[in-house]
């Protein structure tokens, strides 16, 4: 099977960029393109707002804001790549979102963190698991989950 397309979700955290690093070598391996989502959480925005008494959809057109200026900055030392195609700011419970877009990109793998910016242990996912586990039960495809620490030099 030949690995065209690598999508990478991302939240910004160490853990993401260890993960996008890992993705990069093997896109330049198998000469891939890379795709990378970022999911702003429904659930967390519909908290935002409520907290701050605010209508959601002003919420999260401002937190849509804040992940594309936090995007560009996530992938400044990566300019030179070529083969990040795209950045996807989506809405929505991130599980699902990341698994509806790798079925709609036909993505062949998916390179996920370990954990993501909201560190471990949180009673969510305690009981439920945590969101690469989610995602992992949805697709068809292989998905790599990386934690933080790892040196992309180890992938050969």
Known sequence: ???????????????SATALSYAIKMADTWSAEIILIHV?????????????????EKVKE??????????????TPYKTKDIIKDTIISYGRPFQEIAIKARELQA?????????????????EIFFGSTVEKVIRLLPCPVLCVPIGWSSDDVR
């Open 62 to 75: 401002r937190l849509i804001n804040q992940a594309k200026q936090a995007a560009r900055k996530f992938l």
């Open 108 to 124: 062949d793998m998916l390179v996920m963190g370990g954990y993501g910016s909201m560190g471990r242990g949180m009673i969510d």
């Open 1 to 15: 099977m030949a690995i065209s397309m690598i999508l990478v979700p991302i939240d910004f955290s160490d853990c």
């Open 40 to 56: 702003i959480d429904s659930r967390e925005t519909e908290m935002i707002a409520n907290y701050i008494k605010e209508p959601v």
